[in-house]
């Protein structure tokens, strides 16, 4: 999309917290509804306006992807750098009373599941060759709730398919959401 730009500007130095990532996923799909012409009131599911638009969602995996790689860089360079130390948290001082805000570094954590040491270590193995190309666990941006949805509706359609091929009567409630639909078995 063409506002992308605007939206992911800076976003390596952003703190995610749960609301912004809800926000930005709500601009990329009103984006989406805007240039498909479909309006807000038209009670069409997000996963259909997906699907007609031929995507899927991006812009929060992209503001990931470009705060890890921000981070991977910062992290290799060598000697003792302003950046390096505030986002190790080596800062001089003591904190604020209370309960401590979401810091940069809890971001990476959360979404690579690695502590700070080993999430350093993995930049510093990169750095001498050891490895040659970082890699991070998935970034995890959908809930368990949203991939189930996904799969229920990629079966839902391959039986569609498999009916429009064999020409059989389908059963009915295999498709119905909720209750009734049956669940792939394997």
Same mark, same amino acid.
């Given at each position: 999309? &063409?506002? #992308?730009?605007?939206?992911? +500007?800076?976003?390596?130095? !952003? =703190? ?20 498909? *012409?479909?309006? #807000? ?28 790689? +921000? +981070? @991977? ?8 750098? /302003? ?20 810091? #940069?570094?809890?971001?990476?954590? $959360?979404?690579?599941? /690695? ?20 890699? #991070?666990? $998935? ?7 949203? *991939?189930? !949805?996904?799969? *229920?509706?990629? +079966?839902? &359609?391959?039986? &569609? ?8 009567? =389908?059963? &009915?409630?295999?498709?119905?959401? @909720? ?5 792939? $078995?394997?």
């Amino acid at each position: 999309m &063409l506002v #992308w730009p605007v939206a992911t +500007y800076g976003c390596e130095s !952003r =703190i995610l917290r749960k609301n912004e990532e809800t926000r930005l996923d709500t601009f990329e799909m009103k984006g989406l509804r805007k240039i498909l *012409q479909v309006s #807000w009131t038209a009670k069409k599911t997000n996963e259909l306006v997906l699907n007609k638009a031929g995507v899927k969602r991006e812009l929060l995996d992209t503001v990931k992807a470009r705060k890890l790689a +921000y +981070y @991977g860089h910062t992290m290799r360079k060598q000697g003792s750098c /302003l950046e390096k130390e505030i986002m190790q948290g080596t800062m001089p001082g003591a904190r604020r009373r209370g309960r401590p805000h979401t810091a #940069w570094m809890d971001n990476i954590k $959360t979404w690579t599941g /690695l502590s700070v040491e080993e999430s350093t270590r993995m930049t510093e193995d990169r750095d001498n060759g050891e490895c040659t190309s970082m890699v #991070w666990p $998935t970034l995890g941006s959908r809930t368990a709730k949203e *991939q189930r !949805r996904t799969e *229920q509706n990629t +079966y839902r &359609l391959s039986r &569609l398919k498999q009916h429009r091929q064999q020409k059989f009567p =389908i059963k &009915l409630f295999l498709l119905l959401p @909720g209750r009734f639909a049956k669940k792939p $078995t394997r």
